[in-house]
């Protein structure tokens, strides 16, 4: 994610309010789009009545969950620990929260300090790999389900600290610092899987050594956030956010931001904040065609974005070019925008933690 200055709004530029289309999908996209709605509380009459029948699964959810967690503190799941340091970024949600960039910024700052890091990602999510892999292309990237196994792995390859994307809710692992990333957007009430996105309530936040509310762009976090966070935190919380870096298109080419209308397309957690981030990148609004998270593009979706684009300028995320470079020949040019990781609050308290736990990891082995 190379450092570029931001495009300056074009002066004169037209702002118009911004739409949202849910494209057709196949079956099993449909249903996960149809239920981020539901989620959302966009599922109409049928959508209030499973939130009701699903009640019970919630309750049954959070009670297991809730188990696990005790069953890990309290000593009765043993804990595996790793010949290096373990740093988790993490979040309470399913996505969209910013784990992976901030990860990947977590990376780069370890590698400036003389460290040799290694990240590690859950096995499922093929885009979070390569982008990985690009964002630090000298860094030990690995894919493992078993966290464990990969933090053991990374250790014998040369690996002096290991960063997991994603590690919160994986405790079999010991860690020597736990990150986990809120929204500035997180609800006052929190459903829980599968009535909701969340994985775990916000009383989790207890086993948590740093805290960090991450923005989108311009966006301010809700005023009574910190305060629903502060019984649970020991300390302020960090204030991270991610901002509009530079333009390229699909090939890598560095380009300049779009001059006129534009239709952006995402498949990530959080489109709206996409939306938000393209208005503060470029002054304006423009369509946004959104897919589910980690979506899968197909020829069926191509053929669907080239009815809409109607002339205009193609834009997308980081994470959804990584997929859309198999149809570079079949769409029109695409427009990439890169986002940075600007610290607001709190960067050199969380750089003073990060380098004791270095320190005191000589022994280790």
Partial sequence: MPRADLPAPRRGATRRRASTV????SASSAAREWVVRWWDHKGGGFGSLLHLLTLPLEIGFRGASGLRNRMYDSGAFPLQRAPVPVISVGNLSVGGSGKTPFAAWLVRGLRA???NPALIVHGYSEDELVLHRRWNPDCLV?????RAYGAWKAARRGATVVVLDDGFQHRRLARDLDLVLVPFDTPATMRLLPRGPFREPLSALARADVVAITLKG??????DLEGRLAPFVEEPPMRVALVPDCWTELSGERAEAPDGDFLAICGIGDPDGFARTLRQATGRDGELLAFPDHHDYSWGDILEIESRVRGRTLVTTEKDAVKLEAFT????????LHLRVKVLQGEEAFWSRIQGILGSAGGRG
């Fill in 218 to 223: 311009s966006d301010r976090p809700a005023p």
């Fill in 22 to 25: 849910w494209a057709p999908r």
């Fill in 142 to 146: 690995m894919a493992e389900q078993d």
């Fill in 113 to 115: 300090k003389g460290e």
């Fill in 329 to 336: 020949g079949d769409l029109p040019e695409v427009l990439v």
